[in-house]
């Protein structure tokens, strides 16, 4: 069962139980930011994209003290699979659950659009059915979603194998062309160490049927309900 975690201002959150319901036919649940514990039969979580309390303060950084939310650090401290998107990968480095923060975007200004994103890591549980440097497109929707980091953490995402997808343009080229925010490195999704949390700021929930934003989407999160049958 996939719960996707409902907080005041989110406006994806049915959007990605819709993706993986009526596309994929997973089970998937709401679950209010309220609830002490997820349920029980939790196989994975998601955290939606939205205005999570209006992005008061930071995007993020009021939505991390949602009851819920000590659960599911929990849930990912066991090596439950998180996905975070867009509001969710701000309220997961809000969070501390993934490293880095999401700044304003380079101009100032809201963007909504489709980027191309490079998988820069296949692997289990968020990208095993693409192949590396296979080329995504999806959209994006969002003030505040250049990743920032300090220099040596930065390295150390490059160097472990954390950076999960990077902007490019239409050549495939991590140039600034592509980078539609500002992001450091181009960086437009990232995993934590352990490998079982990731962050994105495109909406692979947007982008799962081939006449509504085309089928780009279900690698993403095909590839997480192929984690979470296969640990059954």
């Not at 867009?86 to 501390?96: D, K, P, R, S, T």
Request: overall charge neutral.
């Amino acid at each position: 069962m996939f719960s996707v975690i409902q907080l005041p201002g989110s406006n994806d959150d049915r959007d990605l139980r819709f993706a993986l319901k009526a596309v994929l036919g997973a089970e998937a649940r709401l679950v209010w930011h309220k609830e002490s514990a997820l349920p029980a039969d939790t196989a994975a979580v998601l955290v939606p994209g939205g205005f999570s309390y209006g992005d008061y303060l930071r995007a993020g950084a009021m939505a991390r003290f949602s009851p819920i939310m000590a659960d599911v650090k929990r849930f990912a401290d066991a090596g439950g699979p998180v996905l975070g998107v867009c509001n969710g990968f701000q309220i997961l480095c809000e969070a501390g659950l993934l490293p880095g923060a999401l700044v304003r975007n380079h101009q100032l200004h809201f963007v909504c659009e489709f980027v191309n994103v490079r998988v820069e890591r296949a692997r289990a549980p968020f990208t095993s059915r693409a192949a590396e440097g296979s080329v995504l497109r999806l959209p994006i929707k969002h003030g505040e979603g250049a990743y920032h980091a300090p220099p040596d953490q930065l390295a150390l995402l490059e160097r472990d194998g954390q950076v999960v997808l990077r902007y490019v343009d239409d050549a495939g080229q991590a140039t600034a062309a592509g980078n539609p925010n500002g992001s450091l490195a181009n960086i437009a999704g990232v995993a934590n160490a352990r490998g079982n949390v990731m962050g994105l700021m495109p909406h692979p929930e947007h982008a799962v049927e081939a006449g509504v934003g085309g089928e780009d989407g279900r690698v993403l999160l095909g590839s997480l309900l192929d984690a979470c049958r296969g640990s059954r």
